[in-house]
Nanobody
């Protein structure tokens, strides 16, 4: 059973940067596609970015394209989300996701607050 734990959230000023990390345990991450989702207060959870098992294909929501970068280190069982030029509307709980063949795994989330 795969377990995912996010870290790296916090309070940052508009225009700042944060790097979220997702540590996987219990299974090898290299068999899973991975993604980051977020949920802002009062809104539904939305996809932010995803990557295939070898990151040969990545996708981004239009709202974060050019500012966020997803990456993974399968040897370390880690997934990252580098977030630059942060905006107040990026404020949300960010969740790490891994999935393969109908098996879905979620972390508990890390809060990112963008405010001056």
């Amino acid at each position: 059973q795969l377990q995912l734990v996010e870290s790296g959230g916090g309070l940052v000023q508009p225009g700042g940067s944060l790097r979220l990390s997702c540590a996987a345990s219990g299974s090898s991450l290299d068999r899973y596609a991975v993604a980051w989702f977020r949920q802002a207060p009062g809104k539904e959870r939305e996809g932010v970015s995803c990557a295939t098992t070898r990151s040969d294909i990545t996708n981004y929501a239009d709202s974060v394209k050019g500012r966020f970068t997803i990456s993974r280190d399968n040897a370390k069982n880690m997934v990252y989300l580098q977030m630059n030029s942060l905006k107040p509307e990026d404020t949300a709980v960010y969740y790490c996701y891994a999935g393969s063949w109908g098996m879905d795994y979620w972390g508990k989330g890390t809060l990112v607050t963008v405010s001056s």
